[in-house]
């Protein structure tokens, strides 16, 4: 009887095992499926801008605001920006400078909106650096931008242009990109 019980007993023990595997099985297909139900999610269809404006400049550069919200499970990537209304834009980060003074610089890597979160572009911290103006941006116009995420998915938003003096940094790489003396101080 012993040995009956015993082998009894392994094979109830056995039968718990597959039926924990078994479990554990489905756990993971149920868990699979719910991330491909996000990855099918480009980060442009997650990520949406809200109260996004544009500094009013007459020539050079200026600045454009807003708050990207990611409605997805993970962390999403503005990697670059476009618009006609200058030739070029750089993703831009304000910091402190060695000696106390707050400058501008390109971020390294792009603005990272946190999964189920938001990242902020405002006067004085990260924005979209707007250089070498193709017109007049003036109070009351629109402007439209095109943001590329890391995926490789793009997105449009409009952006109106409202006057604004604010704060005043220096843009920490002027000297190594042929700028003049005009351009390096910035009211953004």
Known sequence: MHTTTTAHRLGRT?????????????????????????????????????????????????????VLTNDSSADVTVVSAETEASAMIELHETVE??????????????????????????????????????????AGE??????????????TFEAPVKDYSGANENYGGASDMDMDESDMDMDH
């Not at 139900?37 to 807003?66: H, L, N, P, R």
């Open 14 to 66: 056995a039968f718990g095992l597959l039926l924990l595997t078994g479990a554990s099985a489905l756990a993971g297909c149920a868990a699979g499926g719910s991330a491909d139900q996000t990855a099918d999610e480009t980060a442009a269809e997650a990520v949406t801008i809200e109260d996004a404006w544009v500094k009013a400049a007459d020539s050079g550069m200026s600045a454009a605001f807003g």
């Open 142 to 155: 629109e402007v439209e931008f095109t943001l590329t995420f890391g995926d490789g998915s793009t997105a």
């Open 97 to 138: 400078s060695e000696t106390g003074e707050t400058i501008m610089r390109e971020i390294d890597g792009g603005f990272v909106v946190p999964a189920d979160g938001t990242y902020g572009l405002e006067p004085g911290g990260s924005h979209l650096m707007l250089m070498e103006l193709t017109d007049p941006l003036e």
